[in-house]
């Protein structure tokens, strides 16, 4: 028996994929702290909602899918019943499987960072072992994720740094995604046409970079006449210091997590 406990954006996501992946209904129970987003996944997915120590004390695995400042709180509540317990993945950014540990002393961790495209199926998730956790903790969890992401090995020092760049990448692409359509609305596209023009060339970048295996400087290049508008265009990106500035930014996301682990 499998457990999600905090049914929330993330949890529902990994409810979809399990499922999706060949996962008997009858096998995932979930639970949450707000009765009407248990009944919502009951109508669903049709599968059962326990209270989280009933939830902790039927399963094998859990998958803790509350919010960081959640988890020490749930943790308390669900340690004197998790006796049955043979591996305990968390998704929280920032929690250290060393917390968890202390929680559930010689239970396998495995921490997970992911990210929202996991909602689609898309997603990419970094995983590191806790202390008592093996290459088959690993190995499980992968075939967990798989349904719904990549999956990469980091160790956990990693973890902060994987956060920045692809556990809160999305929203840099969102944040470019609002500029470049809001750009085409100052030059007088209709919104929708500037909306759908981004999106296409977002993902058909993305798939060229991906099925191409080319470095970006390379696609970067093959678009760059001579003279021409895309030259004029970086120029300015480079004069406005957009590439330092990424950089900095991803740096201090990686800051920002270590500090909200308490390292
Ligand atoms: N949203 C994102 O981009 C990413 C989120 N994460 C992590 O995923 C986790 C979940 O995030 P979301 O799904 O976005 O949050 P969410 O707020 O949608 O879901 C959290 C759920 O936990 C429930 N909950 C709160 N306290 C509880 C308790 N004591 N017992 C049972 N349920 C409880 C809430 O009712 C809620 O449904 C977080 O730890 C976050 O750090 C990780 C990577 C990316
Ligand atoms: O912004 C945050 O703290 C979380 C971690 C990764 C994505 N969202």
Do not use: F
């Not at 072992?129 to 967990?144: D, F, I, K, M, Y």
């Not at 390379?218 to 590439?243: D, F, N, Q």
């Amino acid at each position: 028996m499998i457990a999600i406990l905090g049914a929330g954006k993330m949890g529902e996501a990994l409810l979809s994929g399990l499922l999706r992946s060949g996962h008997d209904p009858a096998d995932v129970v979930v639970s949450d702290a707000r009765p009407e987003r248990c009944a919502e996944l009951l109508e669903s997915y049709g599968v059962k909602a326990l209270a989280n120590t009933e939830a902790a004390a039927a399963a094998e695995t859990l998958l803790l899918a509350v919010k960081p400042q959640d988890m020490p709180a749930l943790l308390a509540e669900i340690a004197p019943h998790a006796g049955a317990v043979r591996l305990a993945i968390s998704i929280a950014a920032g929690v250290r499987t060393a917390t968890i540990e202390e929680w559930l002393p010689a239970t396998p961790v495995v921490r997970v960072m992911p990210n929202t495209p996991m909602l689609v199926g898309q997603g990419a998730s970094v995983i590191s072992a806790g202390s008592h956790a093996t290459e088959e903790h690993l190995v499980q969890t992968e075939e967990l994720l798989r349904a719904v992401s990549t999956v990469t090995r980091v160790p956990e020092r990693h973890q902060d740094a994987a956060t920045a760049l692809s556990g809160s990448g999305p929203a840099y692409v969102y944040y470019l995604a609002e500029s470049m359509i809001d750009a085409g609305v100052t030059m007088g596209l209709p919104r929708a046409t500037a909306r759908e023009l981004t999106l296409q060339t977002l993902t058909g970048a993305a798939t060229l970079m991906r099925d191409s295996g080319e470095h970006p400087a390379v696609l970067r290049e093959a678009v760059t006449s001579p003279g021409g508008t895309t030259a004029a265009a970086v120029a300015e990106l480079e004069r406005r210091g957009v590439r330092s500035a990424v950089l900095d930014a991803i740096v201090k996301a990686r800051d920002r997590g270590a500090e909200l682990a308490g390292e």
